[in-house]
C-alpha cells in the first residue's frame, strides 16, 4: 500500500500545481488562462490530477496541527480539531458550494443554443469543485497561515484588533468570491457570470456593521475550537 501511495505521489504534477497556488494568490487570471489551454488539450474543463487537492488538505493538516500545538495540550481534541477542518471546512463546504455553483450555472447562467446544430455545454461537476479548491487556497492563507501568526493580537481585547480581524475576514471573503467570479467568467458559454461577485457587495456591507458592533471573528472561531485555552 505505501508503494502504491509513492507512485501515486510521483505521478502528481506538484511543480505545477505549486505553480498555480502562487499564481492564484498573485495573478489567478493566467491560472484560468491555463484552464482555457486544459480544455484544449484534455477535452475538459476540470483537473485530471488530484495534486491540487491533496496539497491543499496536506497544508491545511499542518496549520491546523500548528493551531493545536499553539493553544491545545490534548491529543484526541487536536485530530478531531484536525478532521473537522479537513472535512467540514474544506471537503464538506466544497461539496456543497460546488453543487451549488454547478446546478445555478447550469440552470440559469448558460447561453441559450442559437440552433439545434450547437453541441450543448454544461459546467462540469469536478470544474465547479475546482474552482472552489483554486478559491480556497487564498483564503487559506489569510485566515489560517497569516491569521496565525497575527492570532496573538487578533484575539486582544479593544477595538484594534477587531478592526484587523474583520479586515483581514473581509479580504479572505472577497477575494474568494472573486476567484469563484474568474472560474465561472472564463467560460464562454455562460453569461451574467457577475452573478459571483454580488456576494462582496454584502461583505463589504456586513463588515462595517461588524465593526461598530465590537464582534471580532478570531475571536469567535478561536473560542469555538480553543474555547479553555483563548
Excluded at 495540550?73 to 455553483?101: E, M, N, Q, W, Y
Excluded at 467568467?185 to 461577485?197: I, K, M, N, Q
Excluded at 456593521?209 to 469567535?220: E, H, K, M, Q, R
Aim: neutral net charge.
Amino acid at each position: 500500500m505505501f508503494r502504491l501511495i509513492i507512485e501515486k505521489w510521483q505521478q502528481m504534477d506538484i511543480e505545477y500545481t505549486f505553480w498555480q497556488m502562487l499564481h492564484l494568490c498573485t495573478s489567478p487570471k493566467v491560472v484560468y488562462q491555463h484552464t482555457k489551454y486544459h480544455k484544449q488539450t484534455k477535452n475538459q474543463w476540470a483537473r485530471d490530477d488530484p495534486a491540487f487537492v491533496v496539497i491543499c488538505s496536506l497544508l491545511l493538516a499542518v496549520a491546523t496541527l500548528a493551531y493545536c500545538a499553539a493553544y491545545d495540550h490534548s491529543t484526541a481534541h487536536t485530530l478531531l480539531v484536525i478532521f473537522s477542518v479537513l472535512f467540514f471546512h474544506f471537503i464538506l463546504t466544497g461539496v456543497f458550494l460546488a453543487t451549488f455553483c454547478w446546478f445555478l450555472t447550469n440552470s440559469y447562467l448558460r447561453e441559450e443554443a442559437p440552433n439545434s446544430y450547437v453541441v450543448e455545454q454544461r459546467v462540469e461537476w469536478m470544474y465547479a469543485f475546482d474552482v472552489h479548491c483554486n478559491s480556497f487556497f487564498p483564503l487559506f492563507v489569510l485566515l489560517y497561515v497569516i491569521h496565525y501568526f497575527l492570532s496573538p493580537l487578533l484575539v486582544a481585547h479593544g477595538f484594534i484588533p477587531v478592526l484587523l480581524s474583520n479586515l483581514l475576514f473581509m479580504v479572505g471573503a472577497s477575494y474568494y468570491h472573486y476567484l469563484n467570479f474568474l472560474g465561472y467568467d472564463v467560460l464562454p458559454f455562460l453569461e451574467r457570470t457577475t452573478f459571483f461577485l454580488y456576494p462582496i457587495g454584502i461583505v463589504i456591507v456586513l463588515s462595517p456593521i461588524l465593526i461598530l458592533s465590537g464582534f471580532n471573528p478570531s475571536s469567535y472561531f478561536m473560542n469555538m475550537y480553543f474555547s479553555r485555552q483563548i
